[in-house]
């Protein structure tokens, strides 16, 4: 039998003290956070994907070799954040950051910079929510036209996600 | 070896004419899109033009590493303080740059 609590019943302004279990709640998972353990190269002018090898957490097991799969049953809308930083830009050199998802990148999963002076360590925050299937892949990739490589820098890339719950 | 730097020595224009690729998998940089309305040249000719530039860009070191110390030099000040009070700090500096770093043979 359920029983809704009403100010008719109690006084709800007054301070309860909650002993009971909280049951059946969703959760927003499938959920990771990852980072790299080392600096990665980027070649010139060339997108390239960064290869997430250090797990914060993963809670369903559903990033692997840098890519993030949606687990069977959690088809859903997610969000993602993509935290991509390298080495020091020359001024007027291009950055950009990009999430590809099943391989593909929209113009609403892309950022981009233009490095103002020489010597700039730069970095972009990439944020999307996407509306994902069983088996959907997500991916973030990085692109700099310096000239020559850079490293897309350990202490600054990062790649997280959670599905969300409500939507 | 596709690169980005042999198709711009070979004249084309990332983003522009051509858009690369590189997966992390081991299979390296590819060709993700070609946009120019050329034939896309083939791998060899990219590989070969990017031999071509990584040797053009090793011969301007000397040049770079210059420019870095012009860089720090007021060099207006100097010519003015020389012509005030004739001596010749200003090419003295230059010339000990250009002898740092000697333009190869």
């Avoid at chain 1, 809308?77 to 001024?91: N, R, S």
């Avoid at chain 1, 998802?101 to 020489?118: E, F, I, M, Q, R």
Wanted: proline share 3%; aromatic share 12%.
């Amino acid at each position: 039998m359920t029983t809704k609590v009403s100010s008719a019943m109690q006084d709800l302004t007054d301070d309860y003290a909650f002993t009971g279990t909280i049951s059946g709640t969703a959760a927003n998972t499938p959920s990771f956070s990852v980072r790299l353990s080392a600096d990665q190269s980027i070649p010139n002018a060339a997108y390239t994907k960064i290869v997430f090898d250090s797990e914060n957490w993963d809670t369903n097991s559903a990033f692997a070799s840098g890519t993030f799969t949606v687990p069977s049953g959690q088809a859903g809308k997610y969000l993602f954040v993509f935290k991509c930083a390298i080495g020091l830009l020359d001024a007027t050199k291009t950055m950009l950051a990009r999430l590809y998802v099943n391989g593909a990148v929209s113009n609403y999963t892309h950022d981009s910079l233009v490095s103002p002076v020489a010597n700039f360590g730069a970095y972009i925050l990439v944020s999307a929510v996407i509306n994902l299937s069983v088996g959907h892949t997500v991916e973030a990739y990085c692109y700099q036209n310096n000239g020559g490589a850079l490293d897309a820098l350990a202490t600054g890339n990062e790649f997280s996600g959670f599905k969300l719950i409500g939507v | 070896m596709i690169s980005a730097n042999g198709l711009m020595h070979l004249g084309y224009t990332p983003e522009v004419d051509f858009t690369l690729r590189d997966d992390s998998d081991g299979k390296g940089v590819y060709v993700e899109s070609w946009k120019s309305t050329d034939a896309q040249p083939t791998e060899e000719a990219i590989t070969t033009a990017d031999s071509q530039w990584d040797t053009a860009y090793d011969a301007q070191a000397y040049a770079r590493l210059r420019k870095v110390e012009y860089a720090k030099l007021n060099q207006f000040e100097m010519q003015f303080d020389d012509q005030r009070d004739s001596t010749t700090t200003w090419v003295d500096a230059v010339n000990a740059i250009k002898a740092q770093f000697p333009k190869p043979e």
